[in-house]
Structures are given as structure tokens and as C-alpha cells.
């Protein structure tokens, strides 16, 4: 089983971008879907975007056009880059993992890194 670990938070003001990164233990990586989730204060966590195993991506309408996801199976990283950010867009963000699996679902991953804090200034 992997173990995760975020990184590339911070704080940003609007229109700015931010790469999240999702680190990975473990020489099985490659079979993983990965998910990135964000919870904003008081609000439910929220799929953002999806890459599968195979390396197909999915991505929440909310920043489609915005934010684009990519692995490095070699190194064992997933990056979500994330353009144009907006307010809205304040949450902390979590990377999770399931071997051949995945969805827009969070109970679809059973493994979850500890997230990192993105703050978007207006």
C-alpha cells in the first residue's frame, strides 16, 4: 500500500497559480488511481480532479479549463497544476490513492495524504 504526501501549498492572490504535488511511497505506484480533494472551512470535502492508473484524466466542472493533473509513474508524483485561481478555489487539498480504481467518489480511495492548505487572496 502507498503512503502520501502533499506539497505546494500556499497563499496566492486571484488569477495566480499554485503546483500541488502528491508524493508516493511504494514500488507499485503505477497501478494507483490518485484523486485530488479539497475542503474549504464548514464545507464538505469535494472531488477536484482524477487520473487514472492508465493516466486518464477527470476533473470537476468548477475548474475545468483551470486545473490540469499529470503523473511521473518514474518518480512517483502526481502534480495538480492549478491556473487562474479564484477565491472559491481556498481549501485545503487532499491527494488519495486506490490501486486500479478511483472515481469522483472519495469512498472509492482508501489511503490519503495529510493535505495542504491553498489560500487564494481577492
Known amino acids: 500500500q502507498v503512503q502520501l504526501v502533499e506539497s505546494g501549498g500556499g497563499l496566492v492572490q486571484a488569477g495566480g497559480s499554485l503546483r500541488l504535488s502528491c508524493a508516493a511511497s511504494?514500488?507499485?505506484?503505477?497501478?494507483?488511481?490518485i484523486g485530488w480533494f479539497r475542503q474549504a472551512p464548514g464545507k464538505e470535502r469535494e472531488f477536484v480532479a482524477r487520473?487514472?492508473?492508465?493516466?486518464?484524466?477527470s476533473c470537476a466542472d468548477s475548474v475545468k479549463g483551470r486545473f490540469t493533473l499529470s503523473r511521473d509513474n518514474a518518480k512517483n508524483m502526481v502534480y495538480l497544476q492549478m491556473n487562474s485561481l479564484k477565491p472559491e478555489d481556498t481549501a485545503v487539498y487532499y491527494c488519495?490513492?486506490?490501486?486500479?480504481?478511483?472515481?469522483?467518489?472519495?469512498?472509492?480511495?482508501?489511503?490519503w495524504g495529510q493535505g495542504t492548505q491553498v489560500t487564494v487572496s481577492s
Open positions: 488519495a490513492a486506490a490501486r486500479y480504481g478511483g472515481s469522483s467518489s472519495s469512498r472509492s480511495y482508501n489511503t
Open positions: 511504494g514500488r507499485t505506484f503505477s497501478s494507483y488511481g
Open positions: 487520473i487514472t492508473w492508465s493516466g486518464s484524466t
